[in-house]
């Protein structure tokens, strides 16, 4: 299968923060969930594909195409859904769309009010006056309007209610079934990705930590429970962080068919979460 997106030893230092020579890629017809904590450098790396930022070193395509030399052509095809607002606040939303039509050369009217029906948004109300949520919903108005191949996400569901996030996850599931089309999700909000993600690429401190198939992370990787009896300085190394307390401990470890040879009848072996996995991965021991 065609990735849609593909780095290769990108690096880019500012000063107090570094992307150390990260790496990962993006199939057609899948959703990524780009993950990590705050300042872990998701937004910079969204920033180096879309070449808002220029790369140190390294190599960036999208489509198969150079980010920099081909970024006209690339930003025809990409669509873009972030967070925060980035609209005329004094505009109204067919005043919006006005000024950002002309920029596709695939804009497509027809799929535009297709949409704004849809979404039951109201075209002659200002940006300003609109939810969050509402706003959110615009963003992907505009860049399922001009057909885009390859939706970025950027923190999209951060301050939204969970029943808005669960209607644009319902959205981006549904517009998935064209194959043709990829996702990449940023967020630290890992419940939503465990609805929709097909794969999971997770970033600490600038540092790519893995970049997998969820359900295949989630299957090598198990929460162990158990006595501090058993704990010494060989079996702390088989675990990603520990967590300790009176009655126990809690641990992560990323081979779970190890753990039961080690561990035998010993110890209770449970499937983790995503939220687990990260808040073993960032904080080791807690």
Not at 70 to 82: A, L, P, S, T
Not at 165 to 187: A, H, P, V
Request: with cysteine; glycine share 6%; net charge neutral.
């Amino acid at each position: 299968m065609e990735n849609i997106l593909e780095i290769k030893n990108v690096t880019k230092t500012f000063k107090g923060f570094e992307l150390k020579n990260i790496g990962f890629h993006l199939e057609k017809g899948y959703i990524m969930g780009f993950i990590g904590p705050n300042g872990a450098g998701k937004t910079t790396t969204i920033k180096l594909i879309m070449n808002l930022i220029k790369r140190d070193t390294g190599i960036i395509k999208v489509f198969g195409l150079d980010n920099i030399k081909d970024e006209q052509c690339i930003k025809n095809r990409v669509g873009f859904v972030y967070g925060e607002n980035y609209f005329y606040d004094e505009l109204s939303l067919l005043e919006m769309k006005k000024i950002v039509a002309p920029f596709y050369s695939s804009w497509d009217d027809k799929q535009f009010y297709h949409y704004i029906n849809k979404f039951n948004l109201p075209l002659n109300k200002k940006i300003k006056a609109l939810s969050k949520g509402m706003r959110m919903k615009f963003a992907l108005v505009l860049a399922l309007s001009h057909n885009a191949e390859f939706i970025i996400m950027d923190e999209p569901t951060s301050g939204l209610d969970p029943v808005f996030r669960n209607e644009l996850l319902g959205i981006l599931y549904d517009l998935m079934q064209d194959e043709n089309k990829g996702i990449l999700f940023s967020t630290h909000i890992t419940t939503d990705l465990d609805k929709i993600a097909d794969y999971i690429t997770f970033i600490n401190n600038g540092e790519i930590i893995f970049s997998e198939q969820k359900d295949a992370l989630l299957e090598s990787y198990a929460i162990i429970k158990g006595s501090n009896e058993i704990l010494d300085k060989d079996i702390m190394k088989e675990f990603v962080g520990v967590k300790e307390n009176r009655f126990g401990f809690e641990a992560l470890t990323k081979d779970i068919e190890k753990a039961r040879q080690i561990f035998k009848n010993r110890v209770i072996i449970e499937k983790p979460s995503l939220e687990d996995i990260i808040l073993y991965t960032v904080r080791g021991n807690v």
